[in-house]
């Protein structure tokens, strides 16, 4: 039973790209693979007598299984077994085992672990077939009959239930106590808004369908490609729930097709396909269909009130900010909703509160910006309405209360170019020539609304390793367990690299996507330039020592007392500073050392004494163009200027990307996307791309990004933050407010369906 597991090369920048530096625009290393089909997926990789799963979920939100009718299924030609509960290989029973790495407090789901339901479409059993098709045709035979209970998935009708979270979750920091008094200057201010806001479930719908590959080995060891975000969190997982021991298990993810935070945690086809390998002892793979996409986490419904005052120069007198989000009955999920609200602008009395209410639903999930996505946009849309109120300008109040340290601790930021992001944004878009008044440009039968909003995003380092090889050959290999979910990780990491040891990008491979790199963390939260980036440096740093060391060993050697400071590497050479003539290939030490190659491993641990005396974070200020057919309902998005401070940008081209790719998503989640349930079964109905609507290309028009100038050193030794949220935050607050401007009605709830604009007045969850 021989497998297919080699790994494969990774991607190099195309042979003649030549020394490319930080800070310039540089295309994806990685895009040929990609567009030419030579990229594998976790659902692409061969193996020799593959077997094909494929699950069967519960049409019920809550019981137990009482009976599962599986002839007719075993009956299809090629089908091997069908798995179940009832005779799945051996899990831990201890629900500790089956926490990853970013669980929230409380019991995660186990999969085929008892005959329990908790909620609709959790599977319940594992057809394994010969074919994909005798597996589907088989799943489609298997009969389940429940002892149904009760069920309860209507946060909204829930609200009464809502506590305070149980335990929170490595990350989250609690809303803080009340700042001065809140309620109190609130009522005593001469100005004054209160509004409600209803977000509803959002589903990732990545392009690329969840899959594992599990790759059985002669000696039993599990070669296993995943979709994940973290491929050491996914061996992390599947050794503790088999008990395999660590040796046992590789997890690859070299290809990512998109993720969103959806691959942060293992969803269920990874257990799935690794208790078929361990039950057959054979190869096996379990893809999940368009439709079972909707049948784990998702972006979590939320309810809002933020009620704000103001002295009549627009001075803020008060901020209250509540939200209440959805959780599972299994888990407390938790997220930062409401504190930026205590954070965006000088205040000196501010109330921040957070609940959660459980339901019948599987845990939600971090989906991009989680958190900020929903309570930004409260806060934001709550601010273009007091300044309605005030008669002022959007941006002038903004301006009015801009905290030049932050207001919740009084400590400085790291780094904060918010101001120069609203001068940049405001200057391209031409909001000096916004008419005051809604409805006042009309162009054929759409009215003409301007409208904008502020985002803000943590700035985070983690630890992590790196390890790199300089071969005689010139050759530099680099390599960490980072993941590449589409943000540019290879190519980034391959300039840094290539710029610390002065060589042509061509010449440099970083490797990623494989458990048995050197250690690093899930790639989320914007994080991943600023802590693999730093450790590359490093590790690239101790080979420049390297090379120095053995340069100064070279008979008569011109660097017999020079420091690393005195030299400079470039063109593939190492030099002295200002003294061209001492140029010596790296490839000569090498060889003088005796042919040998030279390796490094550096280990990044943030300076938290350092980081912790200030805020990180990333900002932006976002300028929205819309066109609003009153008749028809439509909102059509034209323009939109994105002015973002994320630090130094390593590579404008991916970074750019990565805001493009937010400003979309945002208008997605603006216009678009909403899971609708049926509560009366406790499911989504529209769990498929023909009915989940998402951003369009006939959706989209012009996308105008700007880079704030910034360098930020104690987020990081690069000066870089990092782009991944920060593009969407805001967005959705703006196209709100444009949509106002154009109209002169405030439409608080998301996505803001054509319905929504027509009707006189807008019909609120809350209510």
């Known amino acids: 039973m021989k497998s297919t597991t080699a790994f494969p090369p990774a991607p190099v920048a195309e042979p003649g790209t030549g020394h490319v ?18 990229a594998r997926y976790a659902a692409e990789w061969p193996a020799e007598d593959l077997v094909y799963g494929v699950a069967v979920n519960s049409t019920i939100a809550k019981g137990r299984i009482r009976e599962l009718l599986t002839e007719r299924a075993l009956a299809v030609p090629g089908v091997l077994r069908i798995i179940t509960h009832e005779n ?29 339901v908790v909620y609709s479409g959790q599977p319940v059993a594992l057809v394994l077939a010969e074919t994909f098709e005798a ?4 799943a489609r035979l298997v009969e389940v009959r429940y002892d149904v209970e009760p069920h309860d998935t209507n946060m909204v009708a829930a609200l009464h239930r809502a506590r305070e979270p149980k335990k929170m979750k490595a990350g989250f920091s609690a809303p803080p106590k009340d700042k001065g008094q809140p309620g109190d200057a609130y009522h005593a201010a001469p100005h004054r808004i209160s509004a409600d806001f209803y977000h509803g479930v959002e589903h990732h719908n990545p392009m690329e369908l969840f899959a594992s590959t599990v790759i059985r080995g002669d000696d039993g060891h599990l070669t296993i490609y995943d979709k994940t975000q973290g491929s050491q969190n996914s061996r992390w997982y599947v050794s503790h729930v088999f008990g395999l021991p660590k040796r046992r298990v590789t997890v690859r993810n070299p290809y990512v097709g998109g993720a969103f935070g959806a691959g942060l945690r293992p969803q269920y086809q990874l257990p799935l396909a690794v208790m078929g390998a361990l039950a057959l002892e054979r190869s096996v793979r379990v893809v999940l269909t368009r439709q079972q996409m909707f049948t784990f986490g998702h972006r979590a419904e939320t309810v809002q009130r933020v009620r704000l005052s103001a002295e009549a120069d627009g001075t803020l007198r008060s901020i209250s900010h509540d939200a209440v989000g959805e959780t599972s009955r299994l888990e407390d999920y938790v997220e930062v909703v409401v504190n930026w609200s205590g954070q965006l602008y000088s205040c000196d009395n501010v109330h921040l509160g957070y609940k959660v209410v459980d339901v019948d639903n599987y845990t939600p999930i971090d989906m991009r910006a989680p958190g900020a996505a929903h309570g930004v946009h409260a806060l934001e849309v709550a601010m273009d309405e007091l300044a309605v109120e005030l008669q002022m300008d959007p941006l002038a109040l903004r301006l009015k209360n801009y905290a030049e340290v932050n207001p919740a601790d009084g400590k400085p930021y790291s780094s904060k170019a918010l101001r120069e992001c609203y001068r940049l944004g405001a200057e391209r878009f031409g909001w000096a020539q916004r008419a005051p008044q809604p409805r006042s440009r009309r162009e054929g039968h759409e009215w003409v609304g301007w409208g904008m909003a502020t985002g803000q995003w943590d700035a985070m380092q983690m630890f992590a390793r790196a390890r790199a090889v300089l071969h005689p050959d010139g050759r530099l290999v680099v390599g960490s367990a980072a993941s590449d979910i589409g943000t540019g990780t290879y190519t980034v990491m391959s300039m840094i690299a290539a710029e610390t040891l002065g060589l042509p990008l061509e010449q440099v491979t970083f490797e990623l996507g494989d458990s048995t790199l050197p250690v690093a963390p899930i790639e989320g939260g914007s994080s991943h330039v600023s802590t693999i980036g730093s450790a590359v440096e490093g590790a690239c740093i101790k080979l420049r020592k390297q090379l120095l060391a053995l340069a100064r060993a070279m008979p008569g050697s011109p660097y017999a007392r020079a420091r690393l400071e005195d030299v400079v590497f470039a063109q593939g050479t190492l030099a002295l500073a200002g003294d061209p003539a001492t140029a010596v290939p790296l490839t000569t030490l090498l060889a003088d050392a005796g042919g040998r190659s030279i390796e490094a491993r550096y280990l990044l641990l943030p300076d938290l004494l350092t980081q912790r005396k200030y805020v990180r974070a990333t900002h932006s200020a976002v300028f929205v163009e819309v066109r609003v057919d009153e008749e028809l309902g439509t909102v059509r998005v034209m323009r939109v200027v994105s002015a973002i401070a994320a630090g ?15 400003v979309i998503w945002g208008i997605g989640g603006a216009l678009h996307e909403h899971t609708e349930a049926d509560h009366r079964f406790g499911r989504f109905m529209n769990h498929d791309l023909a009915q989940y609507h998402v951003s369009v290309n006939a959706d989209i028009h012009d996308i105008d990004v700007i880079f704030a100038e910034e360098d930020d050193r104690v987020v990081s030794s690069l000066g870089a933050k990092g782009v991944g949220e920060i593009g969407l935050v805001g967005v959705s607050a703006a196209i709100s407010n444009a949509i106002y401007h154009a109209i002169g009605k405030r439409i608080r709830n998301t996505p803001i369906t054509p319905d929504k604009v027509m009707l006189h007045d807008e019909a609120t969850p809350v209510e």
């Open 21 to 38: 530096p930080t800070g310039s625009g540089t295309p994806r290393i990685d895009g040929r693979a990609k567009v030419t089909g030579k």
């Open 648 to 662: 130094r940008i390593l590579n404008t081209t991916t970074a750019r990307s990565q805001i493009v790719g937010g």
């Open 135 to 138: 597996a589907r045709q088989a």
């Open 88 to 116: 799945r290989p051996h899990m831990r029973g201890n629900g500790l085992f089956h926490k990853d790495m970013t669980a929230p407090a409380g019991r995660p789901f186990r999969p085929l672990y008892d005959d329990k």
